[in-house]
């Protein structure tokens, strides 16, 4: 089925006549991969005398699919029920942040800025889905 989108365009074949489906596919496994590259960054910062002292909080970072087109990197709260205590803390978002002169680490602001700069390992995700949706 053939459809018009405006003066010049035409679509059609299999991706296009069920889009939606196919696209956010490929979107959604594109973010899930995203997601571990960004979990992989927030873990690669905390390290001995950089929010590591135990191993727990970087064993508790970690991503998944919210709902459609909505991936969420966090400290434990997709995959354990809720974040760990102290990760509010060590990020630097905690009220004690403000009463106390550690102002956090940022691990996770830090990432989220780096994911919004679409480097080359981003793009080449979201290549790499969007062409095998299509194909």
Same mark, same amino acid.
């Given at each position: 089925?053939?459809?018009?989108?405006g003066e010049?365009?035409?679509?059609?074949?299999?991706f296009f =006549?069920? /889009?939606n489906?196919?696209f956010?596919k490929?979107?959604? =496994?594109?973010?899930?991969d995203?997601?571990a590259?960004?979990? =992989? =960054?927030?873990? /690669?910062?905390l390290? &001995?005398?950089?929010?590591? &002292?135990?191993?727990?909080?970087?064993g508790?970072?970690? !991503?998944?699919?919210?709902?459609?087109?909505?991936?969420q990197?966090d400290?434990?709260?997709?995959?354990?029920?809720?974040n760990?205590?102290?990760?509010?803390?060590?990020?630097?978002v905690?009220? %004690?942040?403000?009463?106390?002169? !550690?102002?956090?680490?940022f691990? !996770? &602001?830090?990432?989220?800025?780096?994911l $919004? &700069?679409?480097? $080359?390992?981003?793009?080449?995700i979201?290549?790499?889905?969007?062409e $095998?949706? %299509?194909?």
């Amino acid at each position: 089925m053939a459809q018009n989108y405006g003066e010049n365009v035409t679509v059609q074949g299999n991706f296009f =006549d069920h /889009r939606n489906v196919k696209f956010a596919k490929a979107l959604n =496994d594109s973010l899930l991969d995203i997601g571990a590259l960004g979990s =992989d =960054d927030v873990k /690669r910062q905390l390290t &001995k005398g950089h929010g590591f &002292k135990t191993g727990v909080l970087k064993g508790r970072v970690g !991503f998944g699919l919210v709902k459609n087109l909505h991936v969420q990197i966090d400290a434990g709260a997709l995959n354990f029920g809720r974040n760990i205590i102290y990760a509010a803390w060590v990020e630097g978002v905690s009220s %004690l942040n403000k009463r106390s002169r !550690f102002k956090g680490y940022f691990m !996770f &602001k830090k990432t989220a800025n780096y994911l $919004k &700069k679409q480097p $080359k390992e981003v793009e080449a995700i979201m290549k790499h889905h969007i062409e $095998k949706a %299509l194909n």
